[in-house]
């Protein structure tokens, strides 16, 4: 893997940058944009149909991003000893903020999909009950977490 950064450190920096922003930015979009305006559709099955979507398609569009994060932070832990060397302690931080993010993201993952169930199923209040943690505690701890991360992988380039 030191070979690949050698190689290609641009590259997998950037690619791990982007996909950070992609899924910081994107949250941060969905909490202060999307949600507030999805507020004022009257029809409570529209506005839950119309969430259900709009969250579904995200979460689909930053897996690909989850995963490049994963790869380009372990390559670049590896290439420079971050594990090993005198920032170990911030490497073992920014990897630790990016595994619960994860795990996070799945539990938002799986409420969306089993909220859909039901909407499908014709519970409307079970659906909305699913899905009521995500833009007010699930997704705000994403955000505060990704930023926290962003600014991290700053530290670690010694800016």
Do not use: C
Not at 19 to 35: D, K
Not at 98 to 105: D, G, L, Q, S, Y
């Amino acid at each position: 893997m030191t070979e690949l950064y050698t190689n290609y450190a641009h590259t997998i920096v950037f690619l791990h940058v982007l996909s950070a922003f992609i899924w910081v930015g994107g949250m941060i979009a969905i909490r202060f944009a999307v949600h507030p305006t999805m507020q004022s559709i009257d029809d409570a099955r529209i506005k839950l149909g119309k969430t259900l979507m709009l969250v579904g398609k995200f979460f689909h569009i930053v897996i690909p991003f989850i995963v490049v994060i994963f790869i380009t932070g372990l390559i670049m832990a590896v290439a420079q000893q971050g594990h090993h060397g005198e920032q170990k302690m911030i490497f073992l931080f920014k990897e630790s903020i990016w595994a619960v993010m994860a795990v996070n993201f799945s539990w938002m993952y799986l409420k969306r999909r089993n909220a859909q169930k039901r909407f499908d199923a014709g519970d409307l209040p079970g659906a909305k009950a699913m899905m009521a943690l995500i833009p007010q505690l699930l997704l705000p701890i994403n955000i505060l977490l990704g930023l926290a991360a962003l600014w991290t992988g700053i530290a670690l380039r010694g800016l």
